[in-house]
């Protein structure tokens, strides 16, 4: 039976949460490369290689506007002692993130204006200096956040937090976040995250989300 929405959410954070966490890292480690693919002079596919760059933005952005807003407040109220220090370093972190996102957006639109060489290799040395702000910043928080999370927010908060995740894309942009999440995750995972779904949306979403990530994905690869 469905655990009552008022008790902790426990594992299920940890597990959805090491999810998205996973494809950001994997969609920025690999950003570095996919703008330095990209020949001089070739104005289509930077602009397409832009197009991705800024979805990934939104939804990183998004992602850290959804936890400032609405998981440090309720820990702070519910461990104030074992998590004052760490909010503390997490927003320092998302301020650094967030200063790489800006910088990169900038140089993103200069690039995908003229896809010259100069702006793609600062655009590419950027990324690179955000993908490892980035992964230090989840590895800090899977380790010193998800396991305070799991005891002091309920499943009616967890919820919340997913629906204020969603907000922000719908129609095909949700469907190509929920593409970009379950790439990785196994079906096991993606199982936990329908399971409060009717039986044709757990039975249709993965597969159109698969579809139009793979669409998207493919669209990025150079052509020989």
Do not use: I, N
Request: aromatic fraction near 4%; hydrophobic fraction near 45%.
């Amino acid at each position: 039976m469905p655990t009552p929405d008022h008790l902790p959410v426990g594992p299920l954070a940890t597990v959805e949460m090491k999810a998205l966490h996973g494809a950001f890292r994997r969609e920025y480690a690999a950003a570095p490369a996919l703008v330095r693919s990209v020949r001089p002079g070739d104005l289509a596919r930077a602009r397409t290689v832009g197009r991705h760059l800024e979805f990934v933005e939104r939804v990183l952005h998004h992602h850290h506007t959804v936890e400032d807003d609405l998981l440090w407040p309720r820990l702070l109220r519910r461990v104030p002692a074992e998590v004052a220090p760490v909010v503390e370093l997490m927003e320092s972190q998302h301020a650094v993130v967030d200063g790489c996102l800006t910088r990169s957006r900038s140089l993103r639109e200069r690039w995908t204006a003229t896809a010259d060489a100069e702006p793609r290799e600062q655009l590419a040395g950027l990324l690179d200096r955000l993908h490892a702000a980035l992964v230090e910043h989840l590895d800090a928080e899977e380790v010193r956040v998800l396991p305070l999370v799991e005891t002091a927010v309920t499943h009616a908060e967890w919820a919340e937090l997913g629906r204020a995740g969603q907000s922000a894309f719908p129609g095909r942009e949700g469907l190509l976040v929920f593409g970009m999440v379950q790439r990785d995750a196994g079906d096991a995972v993606v199982a936990g995250m329908l399971a409060g779904a009717p039986a044709p949306v757990r039975f249709v979403l993965p597969r159109l989300a698969r579809r139009t990530y793979r669409r998207h994905h493919g669209a990025l690869t150079p052509v020989a």
